[in-house]
């Protein structure tokens, strides 16, 4: 296990984080540029909806699962 925990994105929390939040803003991003957030089981809810009424949001992936989809090799 790596020694860097990755600590969920919300303020002021330091808990462990489990989801990763994939979003996008169309006005400073191109459409397939992905920024993460990352959250704990607490403010996956939180964090998710902040992004989504601006329509920022993508994605909401378990952690596990986006590191094992997000290899290195992968094209951009
Ligand atoms: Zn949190």
Redesign the pocket.
């Given at each position: 296990m790596s020694d860097e925990t990755p600590i969920?994105?919300?303020k002021g929390?330091r808990?462990e984080?489990v989801w990763v939040l994939a979003w996008n803003n169309p006005k400073i991003h191109t459409p397939e540029r992905r920024k993460t957030w990352l959250?704990?089981e607490?403010?996956r809810e939180h964090l998710s909806q902040f992004l989504g009424v601006r329509g920022f949001l993508k994605d909401v992936v378990l952690l596990k699962e986006w590191e094992s989809q997000d290899s290195p090799s992968r094209d951009s």
């Open positions: 969920c994105s919300a929390c808990a984080a959250a704990c607490e403010h």
